[in-house]
Every structure is written in C-alpha cells, then in structure tokens.
C-alpha cells in the first residue's frame, strides 16, 4: 500500500518568505507527527496529532511554526518569515492507534522535505 | 524527564563480525522501545520494537535487541555484520504519545 508522503521534496526560500510543508499519512493512521532533522543531529520533536484531540504544540520552537491536520488526514506545518536556522530536513511519519494488532506504535516516516533558507 | 542517549557517533565493525549499537533511556513508567535505521538518501525505517514481554526481541534484517531494565539499556544487536548494514541508527523511547530520539549512530561495516 501506500507509504506517507510529503511535498515538495525540496523547497528553497528566501530568508523572510513563508513556506508550506505537506504531509499525507498512510490512510487510518490516527496519529502523525513532524520533526526536524538538522545535518548530522537527531530527529527534533515538533508537533503530534492524535484523531480528534487538540495537537501537542510542545516541540515547536517558535511562534513562526504552526501546523493543522484537516479531516484527521493531510497535515501542513507552515513557517512564517523563514531564517536560515530552519534550514533543515522536515520529516512527517503516521502511526496507527494503540490496540492496531502487530504495527501498534510503529511509526511509518515520509521521505522528508529539506527546506534551505538563503 | 524523558530522554535517549546513544554514547557513540559512530561504530565500525568488520564484515561477519558481531556488532553492537548502544541505547539507554530514561523515562517514567514503562518505557515503550524502538529502533530505526535511515539509509543513504532514504526515510527512516523501522526495525523493532519492545513493548512488553520477552526482553529480547528481533526485528528486520538480523536485528535484534535486548531490554535491560535494571541498566535502563535497550542495545541493538547482530550476530554477524554485512556491509549492507551501513547506516545511521537511531534509538526512540514513546511516553505519553510522543517520541524521544536519540542523537543517532552512524555505523560502518568495512568489507
């Protein structure tokens, strides 16, 4: 079946513009997350969407970023007014619910988005 | 607080030799367990997990690790390396719905 995929595959702005980051998790999977892989560092929590319940924003390191889910299924991190710290590789991944058989918690990763900033 | 740490940047290993990537985490309760590999110019991928149960558990590829609870440890581990093997891992502890990476080791297997 279909993995989770994201768009663009690269995306370069300049410094100051706004950018969309899209996310299309594996069809059924209630939970999504996004996190941030800078080069040569670990995978940075952003943001996790579980079914109906509000998101868990406490990984997000400014007020530029926000992310929304719509219809419990493609999700957009946006970042406003982009710097060149955010340069990075941004990775989406989808998880089925707990109680979901053998793949419970297995969390299912995009391709990722590598966002330059100039 | 939660956290995972793994203590090596880098392991090498010959070819056919065992290998051994080290994790260890903190985290209150029962710790929910996972390891990833990201290949070159690829996603990350799942490997195993450990939930509850058996301490050793065995995942895609060879793989397998085992929990240690009392060391707070969770090391992956392989009989025997190919070079194919060659990748950066990545520990991941699950509290409370979100997940905790570790830093991530990047291993060569030498032929």
């Known amino acids: 079946g279909a993995g989770v995929s994201q768009s663009p595959s690269n995306k370069v702005t300049e410094k100051g513009k706004d950018v969309e980051l899209r996310c299309d998790p594996i069809?059924?999977?209630?939970?999504l997350y996004w996190y941030r892989q800078s080069l040569g560092q670990g995978l940075e929590f952003l943001i996790y969407f579980q079914g109906n319940s509000a998101p868990d924003k406490s990984g997000l390191p400014s007020d530029r970023f926000s992310a929304e889910r719509t219809g419990g299924s493609v999700s957009t991190l946006t970042i406003q007014r982009t710097q060149q710290e955010d340069s990075a590789v941004y990775l989406c991944a989808s998880s089925s619910p707990s109680g979901g058989g053998e793949s419970s918690y297995e969390q299912y990763f995009g391709p990722g988005t590598r966002l330059t900033v100039t | 607080a939660q956290s995972v740490a793994q203590p090596e940047d880098q392991v090498n290993v010959a070819e056919g030799n065992p290998l051994t990537v080290k994790c260890t985490y903190s985290?209150?309760?029962?710790?929910?367990l996972f390891w990833y590999v990201q290949y070159p110019n690829r996603g990350l991928q799942f490997l195993l997990k450990?939930?509850?149960?058996?301490?050793l558990v065995k995942g895609s590829y060879g793989f397998e690790a085992e929990f240690n609870k009392s060391q707070t440890s969770f090391h992956l581990k392989k009989p025997s390396a190919l070079v194919s093997d060659s990748a950066l891992y990545f520990c991941?502890?699950?509290?409370?719905?979100?997940?905790?990476f570790g830093s991530g080791t990047k291993l060569n297997v030498k032929p």
């Open positions: 450990y939930i509850t149960g058996d301490n």
């Open positions: 985290v209150s309760g029962n710790p929910y």
């Open positions: 069809s059924g999977h209630t939970a």
């Open positions: 991941a502890v699950r509290d409370g719905g979100k997940f905790y």
